[in-house]
């Protein structure tokens, strides 16, 4: 199965402009990758710059068919789209995501959800604390998310322990909790110094906010009642050894889209 990502351009004789020009001036991201061999042309979708997408038949688009957006060539892509939705898109309003009536630009993923691209100098202020993954710079550029930072999903933080609460039949949840403690990769001298705190509450500590996440999921789908403490999240163990691997190949990946977009910028205005 495919999708489409697009941008709609706000007339007919805008998107001939624009078509030309990318026809001319944009490079598919194999032209363009720091990675080492470069990307292979043949799987690169971003060469294939199109007003003819497979999911999303509305007149006046520009945009891309591809397999999955997953990875640096969806950032570069995504990231072309906005770059157009701020040069020559369509705007609307999108009270979902900006809170007001305000008209705005914005791509549409799959001919269907539009998603708008909020400049961070005017919205960063304003902008409801749910779409702060919708600004980006004057160019439409926006940092990639690093998969070793886990997803905030409380203004508290993330979770740092998963307290398991006292109960008339904890005594019957122990087994249960062992075999999920030990699922989670805990070692069995971990739970059994666990259980020898005491009585509960009992608290499990971990670094990783993904782990503790399940691990509370796992436990309120077996009947055993808990809750999660939060705090500020510490990179160490394996999402530390992933962070010193590919940070520098981020940094430099989000300077070849910078610099791209700033090129394709200044063209622009000089066309």
Known sequence: MGYSMATPIKSKAAHTKMMAFAREHFKPWHKVTPEEGGFPADYDWTQFVSDDLSYDH???????????????????????????????GRTRALP??????????????????????????????????????????????????????????????????VVIADAPNISGHKPVIRELLLKFKATREQVDELFAEGAP??????????ALFYLGDSLGKAGVAYSFEYGPFVLDGHRKEMADCEEPVYQQVEAVIQAELRRLTELWSCR
């Open 201 to 210: 509450p009992y608290r499990v500590l971990s670094t990783d906010p993904h």
């Open 96 to 161: 979902k995501y900006t809170g007001t009536a305000e008209l705005v630009p914005y791509t549409v993923y799959d001919g269907q959800e539009a998603w708008p691209v909020l400049v961070r100098s005017q919205w960063e202020a304003r902008c409801p604390e749910d779409s702060q993954w919708c600004l980006t710079d004057e160019f439409g550029f926006k940092p990639i998310r690093r998969p070793w930072f886990p997803i905030e999903r409380d203004p508290r933080g993330v979770e740092t322990a």
């Open 58 to 88: 509305k007149k006046n688009r520009l945009g891309f068919d591809f397999t999955t957006s997953i990875g640096h060539i969806g950032e570069y892509g995504k990231a072309f789209l906005r770059w157009m939705a701020l040069q020559s």
